[in-house]
């Protein structure tokens, strides 16, 4: 398979899309570089039957939120909203991407000198955004830089994990 080159680049882009929780939505300001924002989504899998979420197993990755309509939705109901974090559940439909593992050493606690793994990644885009499973509306945040995102995601609980990679040309 070749890809003819046009003078243009090419991207091949790993997007993975699912439901989750989202915990720890934060601005983020490193000592060097430009803040952002953050948040861990605990993207689930498994079946679910009659309401039995033991089957279902969560992956937790780190995202730097990356798409301006996924930061926009966060910033106006979790960070400038009422919701207080500690105590409230929030729920996404998300799609994600720029997938990579992170090492790093354990400073304190009983995994102190261990080494750990962490998933890391970006928030691209929002589709569906329950706090205290009440859909909230997201009419109004269009997103500007589409990213190949449907304009429905699935309905609440279904699970919907899958990965592209983009459409394929044929040589």
Do not use: W
């Not at 992956?59 to 309509?69: E, F, I």
């Not at 106006?76 to 998300?94: H, I, S, Y």
């Not at 304190?108 to 569906?128: C, E, H, N, W």
Request: hydrophobic residues 35%; glycine residues 10%; charged residues 20%.
């Amino acid at each position: 398979m070749s890809i003819p080159n046009q003078g243009q680049s090419t991207f091949i882009n790993l997007h993975i899309s699912g439901i989750g929780f989202l915990n720890r939505v934060r601005m983020v300001s490193p000592k060097h570089g430009e803040a952002f924002m953050a948040v861990t989504i605990g993207l689930q899998e498994g079946e679910v039957v009659e309401g039995d979420y033991s089957r279902v197993t969560t992956t937790y990755v780190d995202c730097r939120v990356s798409g301006a309509q996924a930061f926009d939705i966060l910033n106006d109901f979790v960070l400038k909203g009422e919701v207080d974090q500690a105590n409230t559940t929030v729920r996404a439909v998300v799609k994600t991407g720029g997938l990579n593992v992170d090492t790093f050493t354990y400073a304190k606690g009983p995994k102190a000198g261990q080494t750990g793994v962490s998933l890391k990644g970006r928030l691209l885009y929002i589709r569906r955004l329950y706090i205290d499973g009440n859909e909230c509306d997201l009419s109004s945040y269009q997103e500007t830089d589409a990213v190949d995102v449907a304009p429905n995601g699935p309905a609440m609980p279904a699970a919907d994990t899958q990965v592209s990679a983009g459409p394929v040309q044929e040589a």
